[in-house]
Nanobody, 118 residues
């Protein structure tokens, strides 16, 4: 069983930046693809970004392209989501997910809240 713990959320002003971290425990994520999702109040959960295992291809939702970057540090067993130029519409609970094969997100974290003020 893979357990995921997100951190780094908080309150920022529009245009600011945050870096979210996802640290799996119980086992490494070396064999897993990783992704970030988010869910705003009253809305469905939506895909944000994903990173495959080797060769590490990345994917982004159109709404965050050019602003968010997903990365992976295998030495630290951690996945990051660097969020720049934040907008109020980015306000949501952000969840880290892991799975294999790609798209089968079997493991989830508890979520971390990101609030962007205008």
């Amino acid at each position: 069983q893979v357990q995921l713990v997100e951190s780094g959320g908080g309150l920022v002003q529009a245009g600011g930046s945050l870096r979210l971290s996802c640290a799996p425990s119980g086992r490494t994520f070396s064999s897993y693809h990783m992704a970030w999702f988010r869910q705003a109040p009253g809305k469905e959960r939506e895909f944000v970004a994903a990173i495959r295992r080797i060769p590490g291809s990345t994917y982004y939702a159109d709404s965050v392209k050019g602003r968010f970057t997903i990365s992976r540090d295998d030495a630290k067993n951690t996945v990051y989501l660097q969020m720049n130029s934040l907008k109020p519409e980015d306000t949501a609970t952000y969840y880290c997910a892991a799975g294999f094969p790609y798209g089968r997100w079997d493991y989830w974290g508890q979520g971390t809240q990101v609030t962007v003020s205008s």
